[in-house]
């Protein structure tokens, strides 16, 4: 089992920047792929950055390249998401994931919500 906490979210206008943190607990490791996805209402989650404890490459949607960074800190159990030059589109409620491959993530924290102003 592997439990995952949240933290980080908040308001800021656009153009600023925030980082989220992820805090695992549990079995950490069993799961190799972390990643983070971010959700409005009436659409789908969507995939934002993953990483892998490992030392795999690092991934990215397309919307969020050359301003967002994923990193870890396998000795913390932690997972960061730093978050520059944000957009109003931005906005939404940012969940940490964590699983077996990049296609069955099993584990969910609870959410922390991101507003961007104008």
């Known amino acids: 089992q592997v439990q995952l906490v949240e933290s980080g979210g908040g308001l800021v206008q656009a153009g600023g920047s925030l980082r989220l943190s992820c805090a695992a607990s549990g079995r950490t490791f069993s799961r190799n792929y972390m990643g983070w996805f971010r959700q409005t209402p009436g659409k789908k989650r969507e995939f934002v950055a993953g990483i892998t404890w490992s030392g795999g490459p690092t991934s990215y949607a397309d919307s969020v390249k050359g301003r967002f960074t994923i990193s870890k800190d396998n000795a913390k159990n932690t997972v960061y998401l730093q978050m520059n030059s944000l957009k109003v589109e931005d906005t939404a409620v940012y969940y940490c994931?964590?699983?077996?491959?990049?296609?069955?993530?099993?584990?969910w924290g609870q959410g922390t919500q991101v507003t961007v102003s104008s």
């Open positions: 994931g964590a699983g077996l491959t990049v296609a069955t993530y099993d584990y």
